[in-house]
């Protein structure tokens, strides 16, 4: 199994980025999928998840209301819309899958892809 982030990088407070991770290897729409990210000296927190079926989805407080979840299970791809960035949405982002896709919520991951970074300027 392979979970490939792709789309970070450097945007300015209230700008917009789109990340996408791959997946492969795995019947797609049979998983749970969700974006995590870690900053610099703190813990791995969750972002964002999506059911195997998409149609339940979740979000940490943080983000709700600025960044979408969705998936294209014919490209095997989640997304995470990220708008109206922050400086504090500064750091890497993981994608993360889990069996079965039944909820949106994710206890224990079985695969991580390697992150993407995401740097907000003020």
């Known amino acids: 199994v392979q979970l490939v982030e792709s789309g970070g990088g450097l945007v300015q407070a209230g700008g917009s980025l789109r990340l996408s991770c791959a997946a492969s290897?795995?019947?797609?729409?049979?998983?749970?999928m969700a974006w995590f990210r870690q900053a610099p000296g703190k813990e791995r927190e969750f972002v964002a998840g999506i059911s195997g079926s998409g149609d339940k989805v979740d979000y940490a407080g943080f983000v709700r209301g600025r960044f979408i979840i969705s998936r294209d299970d014919g490209e095997k791809t989640v997304y995470l819309q990220m708008n109206s960035l922050k400086p504090e949405d500064t750091a890497a982002y993981y994608c993360a899958a889990e069996y079965p896709g039944i909820t949106a919520t994710m206890n224990s991951p079985e695969y991580w892809g390697q992150g993407t970074q995401v740097t907000v300027s003020s």
């Open positions: 290897g795995l019947i797609f729409d049979r998983f749970t």
